[in-house]
């Protein structure tokens, strides 16, 4: 059998690299690993064009971590933390959702691609996560992951994938879930009440984790994500 295509959105941002410093179109390796690791084959979908298009060629999506959803989106003014807000990432991001949603696609946010799928909802965020829990652990310094442990929901995809335990993943969010958006549910939180992921309840395959899963030991929700394609 051919390895589903699974399309991943990506960062441009100014790059070194070799004898070079530009712009440039990028994504940690990790996502690309995870997925071939869970037997699919990874595709990089810039923010350029026009994106939505490409849904209806694909297998699967994962919208990828990355900066802040611009506060406008969810009708609030920016907080002084948020920060690295690319409005041309947020179009493009928020129109490969609609189009994977409304296509059926089965559709894999992770990070800030669970920030898009709840605002595309029309659900609210937490621009800034310690205001609210009183503590830095989920994204404890800049370039370092926070291992905080999470309880998945039983009986939820999210909870089919991980078990019923709680589990220590690797965090890095200052934002999360303010107010939920209509139709989805929550399948995983942490200890302080973050919510940590969600799944929607009419869609075939359509879930979205806060922590970084691409960077943990295991593939089980990219493993997931593969079968459902």
């Not at 370039?143 to 009986?155: M, N, S, T």
Request: charged residues 20%.
């Amino acid at each position: 059998m051919r390895r589903p295509v699974i399309g991943i959105t990506c960062y441009v941002e100014t790059a070194r690299y070799t004898v070079w410093e530009l712009p440039t179109v990028l994504l940690p390796s990790m996502y690309v690993e995870q997925v071939v690791r869970a037997g699919g084959q990874p595709v990089i979908l810039p923010p350029a064009g026009e994106p939505a298009e490409v849904v209806g060629r694909l297998d699967g999506l994962i919208v990828a971590g990355g900066g802040d959803v611009s506060p406008d989106r969810y009708g609030q003014e920016p907080h002084q933390r948020t920060d690295y807000v690319r409005k041309f990432r947020d179009e493009a991001e928020f129109k490969l959702t609609e189009a994977a949603l409304e296509g059926g696609v089965p559709y894999f946010g992770i990070c800030r691609g669970m920030q898009v799928l709840n605002v595309a909802l029309g659900g609210t965020l937490h621009q800034h996560l310690p205001d609210v829990v009183g503590h830095t652990e989920h994204c404890p310094a800049p370039g370092r992951f926070g291992h905080l442990p999470v309880r998945p929901a039983a009986g939820t995809r999210v909870g089919k994938a991980l078990g019923a335990d709680p589990v220590v993943v690797p965090h890095y969010h200052h934002q999360a879930i303010d107010r939920l958006a209509a139709g989805l549910a929550v399948s995983a939180v942490a200890d302080d009440g973050t919510i940590e992921a969600v799944e929607s309840e009419s869609r075939p395959f359509a879930i979205a984790v806060q922590w970084h899963p691409e960077a943990a030991e295991d593939c089980h929700l990219f493993e997931a994500l593969v079968a459902a394609c």
